[in-house]
């Protein structure tokens, strides 16, 4: 079955303590994005990819950082989370670039308290 | 950067009425316009798109139209059911090999039984 799959997907965590988002497709797409969810905000990229070892910032990229070494997976990476970050975060994959249907992840809830 | 901005932020209507929600955008290279529904808890999925080639386009009962000259494209639901209920959203994108999506701020549809 074709999914983009996240992990975990709820995480309460406290400020400070790194923490690491995996995302993962097993439809060999080259794109794949982050986003962060919030109410009133609706989605925001923080980062995207356009292929293994190719990535960049999105709108939000303050406080998090992503890599790409393998074409099926792009973690998310919260070096020193702090409470703003808590959010609803969505990995979403698609088959090129920006303009090809977006498969998203179920989503993963972060609370930094 | 490109900006999408989506009204209403929240539309309740009854049972069998249409719905309209609309955005507009600031990039007028933009020529792909995707519309996602996200129900309650789960992940947003597309369910429409349109690109810059066509004014409208229709699947069933739901249909977007787009008017390049103004940047504005619209969601039509008709027959609304229980079961539309969901956010949506809207997002815009450019058709090359360095383009993002960008998101609307989502509109909360409530259809009442």
């Known amino acids: 079955e074709a999914q983009v799959t996240q992990n975990p997907r709820y995480l309460i965590t406290v400020t400070g303590k790194k923490l690491t988002v995996t995302c993962s497709q097993n439809?060999?797409?080259?794109?794949m994005s982050w986003y962060r969810q919030d109410p009133g905000l609706g989605l925001r990229q923080i980062y995207y990819?356009?292929?293994?070892?190719?990535?960049d910032k999105g709108d939000v990229p303050e406080g998090y950082k992503v890599s790409r070494k393998e074409k099926r997976n792009f973690p998310l990476i919260l070096e020193s989370p702090s409470p703003n970050q808590t959010s609803l975060y969505f990995c979403?994959?698609?088959?090129?670039?920006?303009?090809?249907?977006?498969?998203f992840g179920q989503g993963t809830r972060l609370t930094v308290v | 950067g490109e900006n999408v901005e989506q009204h209403p932020s929240t539309l309740s209507v009854q049972e069998g009425d249409s719905a309209v929600i609309k955005c507009t955008y600031s990039?007028?290279?933009?020529?792909?316009f995707p519309w996602y529904k996200q129900e309650l808890g789960k992940r947003p999925q597309l369910i429409i798109d349109?690109?810059?080639?066509?004014g409208e386009k229709k699947d069933q009962r739901i249909a977007v139209t787009l008017n390049k000259t103004a940047k504005h494209f619209s969601l039509h639901i008709t027959e609304t059911q229980p079961e539309d209920s969901a956010v949506y959203f809207c997002?815009?994108?450019?058709?090359?090999?360095?383009?993002?999506?960008?998101f609307g701020k989502g509109t909360m549809l409530l259809v009442s039984p």
């Open positions: 979403a994959s698609s088959l090129s670039t920006g303009n090809t249907e977006a498969f």
């Open positions: 439809m060999n797409h080259e794109y």
């Open positions: 990819s356009m292929n293994v070892e190719v990535t």
């Open positions: 990039d007028s290279a933009s020529n792909y």
């Open positions: 349109i690109r810059s080639n066509v």
């Open positions: 997002a815009a994108t450019l058709n090359s090999g360095y383009s993002t999506l960008t």
